[in-house]
């Protein structure tokens, strides 16, 4: 389109969660559908390489791309916004930055010179922003979030690199947007603009000009409240955008085009485009807001206070639920609780069940009790990675008899490891470099749960796991009426399971959560949702919205 690539730059002001990623989605959406090829990249302050060492309690969810990098949960939706398949470029930390330089430094490449923060790393930052100008697919626009809020010490460099960039590209090709607050007083009874006043005047002291402002609040900024912050911070009234509080992140895009934030970017960049497409996705809000009905799914997991940690499973249930016309009401069970009080207490209710991924040992005893409460009740079941893992070990122990059966993961020393390390992993250091990460071809067989759901026998998903079903218990678990449908294409992976005598009940070693898109649910997210509304209709369409419920469909921005 353009001959030079644009670029937006995004960065976050007064604190942090406000929804930038959400923002530059958004952004990206609605540059897409006006005909532009946008890429959205993250640069995240932290001084780890990458966000697969962190702990979820402080990082939530690990996105895994196709080539099979660990990245953060903000691609998911850049991602799921843009409907683009991103790569281990799209994400980088000051961690990767310093490491690059460093390596240069030891190899010699700076002779004489002292490294330095400016130039060496800004330059290095600013070749990571620039890098997919070279590419096949160059972008008519990047959008570039910045992590971490202005003001942090730690993201100084990348705020003097995108000041740089203003300079070096232009104005024209350069444009600043700012994602604030603007919090409401109640004592008061006032929206505070104050915040913000500050924050731009920090970014400005860097030498930043924001040419937009997206305002997040509770309700609406009135004219008169937007027209004080044009005043304070040198926006243009109508670039100071009222980001309020959404019913669904996916109205966010819908509402910064009604007050023609795209066209204002449109216009910076002097791209003379059309207006956005935007039907399937306005259809798309429309049934997200207005379920026919509302069915129960229950999320078994080790981190049942910490939804960050499923962002893309529960992105992937929304998207089910409206090609459903469902609202899917997702109840946290702790997998601990299952074990203290047994699993009819917590499921008996339920239209379906989820047992999601996880590492370490704990609440796996209650994973599996829920397993097989669902299995022998005929309630619908996905099991993804150790969620399939877990299904494994109850089959083999409660169907098969192997009382013993359990994880390498858990026990070295086991009777019936029917989950164990490949044999070619076995020797290798145990906890690095021998994770299986990324996109993977599978085969699957047809006339099976699997095949109804993709209706195509090759597919590929991305994985992120250390263990794999133990191929010694192939036989004995087929005898005993477990079908393994989806092997890698050497036939030496098992990738899938499902029990063909059950309503629905599927295990994938792989994350399907990864590949769902809204307007486009994952085949198995969609199937596991059909099966549970069925569940729900067959039970008489009783299951109600309980305070152990509460609408993360409807996830606020
Ligand atoms: N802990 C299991 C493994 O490493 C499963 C990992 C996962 O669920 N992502 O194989």
């Known amino acids: ?33 006006r005909g532009l090829k946008v890429t959205n990249l993250k640069f995240d302050p932290y001084l780890n390489v990458d966000p697969g060492t962190m702990s979820p309690f402080q990082h939530g969810e690990v996105f895994v791309t196709d080539d099979g990098s660990e990245t953060d949960l903000d ?18 930390t000051t961690g990767q930055i310093y490491n690059t330089v460093i390596t240069r430094e030891r190899r010699g490449d700076y002779p004489g010179a002292t490294v330095q923060v400016i130039p060496h790393i800004t330059e290095e930052i600013k070749s990571r922003i620039k890098k997919f100008e070279k590419s096949e697919a160059k972008p008519d626009v990047t959008i570039v979030e910045i992590g971490g809020t202005v003001g942090d010490i730690e993201s100084l460099p990348f705020l003097e690199s995108i000041r740089q960039m203003g300079q070096e590209e232009g104005p024209e090709n350069v444009m600043f947007v700012h994602v604030t607050l ?16 500050h924050s731009v005047r920090t970014l400005q002291s860097i ?75 306005e259809h798309m809000v429309e049934k997200i807001n207005n379920p026919q009905r509302t069915i129960k799914i229950g999320i078994c997991g080790k981190y049942v206070n910490l939804k960050d940690a499923y962002k893309s499973i529960i992105e992937a249930f929304t998207h089910a639920g409206v090609y459903s016309n469902a609202q899917v009401d997702l109840v946290w069970v702790s997998s601990e609780d299952i074990k203290q009080s047994g699993a009819d207490k917590f499921l008996h209710d339920l239209n379906g069940l989820l047992i999601p991924g996880g590492f370490g040992e704990r609440g796996v005893e209650g994973k599996i009790e829920a397993i097989r409460y669902v299995r022998e009740k005929n309630i619908p079941f996905l099991g993804i990675c150790l969620g399939m893992q877990c299904a494994v070990i109850e089959f083999a122990r409660n169907v098969c008899g192997l009382k013993e059966a359990h994880s390498y993961e858990f026990y070295r020393e086991l009777k019936h490891p029917v989950i164990h390390l490949m044999a070619d992993q076995e020797g290798v250091t145990e906890l690095g470099g021998t994770m299986r990460l990324g996109a993977y ?53 098992v990738e899938i399971v499902e029990i063909r005598d059950h309503p629905w009940f599927v295990g994938v070693q792989f994350h399907p959560e990864l590949k769902s898109r809204p307007t486009r649910p994952h085949p198995l ?11 729900y209709e067959k039970a008489g369409g009783e299951a109600t919205r309980t305070e152990s419920s509460p609408d993360y469909s409807k996830t606020s921005q």
Not at 1 to 17: A, I, L, P, Q, R
Not at 75 to 92: A, I, M, P, T
Not at 525 to 535: L, N, W
């Open 182 to 197: 603007i919090p409401f007083v109640r004592t008061a009874g006032e929206f505070k603009t104050k915040p913000t006043q």
């Open 75 to 92: 691609l998911g939706h850049y991602e799921r916004f843009v409907d683009q398949s991103l790569s281990k470029d799209h994400n980088v």
């Open 525 to 535: 997210f969609r199937e596991f949702v059909r099966a549970s509304v069925a569940h």
């Open 441 to 493: 071809p599978c085969v699957i067989d047809k006339n099976t749960t699997t095949f109804e759901a993709y209706q195509t026998v090759e597919i590929h998903e991305r994985h992120r796991h250390r263990y794999e079903l133990n191929n010694a218990y192939r036989k004995m678990l087929l005898e005993s009426g477990l079908s393994l449908p989806g092997l890698s294409p050497d036939g030496r992976l």
């Open 207 to 281: 030498g930043i000009q924001p040419n937009m402002l997206l305002c997040r609040s509770a309700k609406p900024l009135s004219e008169p409240l937007r027209q004080k912050i044009s005043l304070f911070c040198s926006v243009p009234t109508k670039a100071v955008i009222s980001a309020e509080d959404a019913s669904t992140i996916y109205a966010v895009p819908l509402a910064f085009h009604a007050q023609q934030a795209d066209d204002i970017i449109c216009r910076h960049f002097r791209l003379e485009v059309p207006e956005p497409d935007l039907t399937d996705w």
């Open 1 to 33: 389109m353009s001959v030079k690539t644009k670029y937006v730059f995004v960065t976050g002001g007064v604190v942090s969660s406000l929804g930038k990623g959400i923002a530059a989605a958004s952004i990206g959406l609605l540059l897409k559908q």
